[in-house]
C-alpha cells in the first residue's frame, strides 16, 4: 500500500523522534527540576491544555466533525473538504479512533516497559513487578510513555493531517498537554517525548490505512481490501 505524502512526512518524523526519545532521557532530571511547578495545576491556562490529553475531549471533537460533515459541504466552513468517497462519519471518526488508539498503545507499553513516575528528585526508576499502571496513593504507577502527552498527540496529529491548515496550531496544543505534565511533576522529559511519538506514529498509521477505499459495516472506517 503507498502511503499518502502527508502520512510519509509523519512517519519520517516519527523515524527521527525515537532517538530523541533516548536524548531526553539524559535530561530528565535537569527538565524535571526546571519545570516543576506545583501550583501550576491551579492555573486556568494549564487546565485546558492538560484536557488535551483527556480523551472525552477528542470524542466531543469528533462528534463535532460529524456534525460539520453532515449537516453542510465543509467549504462552507473554511474546512478542507473530505474525498467523494468517503461517509460524512469518517474524519469524525479517525480522530476519535486516533485518541483511543494512542491512549492503549501507551497502556499497553507502560507495563512491559516497567519504568515509574519520577520522585521528588526527578529520578524514574524500572520497577519490581508487579505495580500498578497508574499512581494509587503512595504508589507511583508507570510513565513511560505519558498517556495524556500519547492521546494529545495522536488526536492532534490526526486532525494535522486530515486538515493541514491547522498543523501547528494542533501540534501547539499537543505539546502544551506535554508541558503541563512536566509542570506537575507527573513524568520526565523522556516520557513525554516517547508518549508524542507514540500518538505521532498511530495518528500517521490510522491515517494512511483511512485513505484506502471505504467499505463494510462501518460504512467508511474500514479499508475495501481489508
Not at 492521546?151 to 501540534?171: E, N
Request: hydrophobic share 55%; with cysteine.
Amino acid at each position: 500500500m503507498k502511503l499518502p505524502k502527508r502520512a510519509r512526512t509523519m512517519l519520517r518524523w516519527t523515524a527521527v523522534w525515537l532517538p530523541l526519545v533516548l536524548i531526553a532521557w539524559m535530561f530528565d532530571r535537569a527538565v524535571y527540576r526546571l519545570a516543576l511547578d506545583p501550583l501550576a495545576a491551579s492555573k486556568d491556562w494549564v487546565q485546558v491544555l492538560r484536557q488535551m490529553g483527556y480523551l472525552p475531549t477528542w470524542i466531543v471533537v469528533g462528534v463535532l466533525f460529524w456534525l460539520i460533515d453532515f449537516r453542510s459541504p465543509p467549504r462552507a466552513h473554511g474546512l478542507v473538504s473530505p474525498a467523494p468517497d468517503r461517509p460524512w462519519h469518517h474524519r469524525g471518526g479517525l480522530v476519535m479512533l486516533s485518541a483511543i488508539s494512542a491512549g492503549l498503545v501507551a497502556n499497553v507499553l507502560k507495563p512491559l516497559l516497567g519504568r515509574l513516575r519520577p520522585d521528588l528528585d526527578g529520578v524514574a526508576y524500572f520497577a519490581h513487578r508487579p505495580t500498578t499502571v497508574w499512581a494509587d496513593g503512595g504508589d507511583l504507577g508507570f510513565g513511560l510513555p505519558s498517556g495524556h502527552t500519547s492521546v494529545a498527540f495522536g488526536a492532534c496529529g490526526m486532525i494535522a493531517l486530515l486538515v493541514p491548515a491547522w498543523r501547528i496550531p494542533m501540534m501547539g496544543l499537543a505539546a502544551g498537554c506535554a508541558m503541563t505534565r512536566l509542570l506537575a511533576g507527573a513524568h520526565t522529559f523522556s516520557d513525554t517525548v516517547a508518549g508524542a511519538w507514540v500518538g505521532l506514529a498511530v495518528a500517521a498509521w490510522l491515517f494512511a490505512w483511512g485513505e484506502g477505499k471505504r467499505r463494510g459495516i462501518a460504512g467508511g472506517l474500514i479499508p475495501r481490501e481489508a
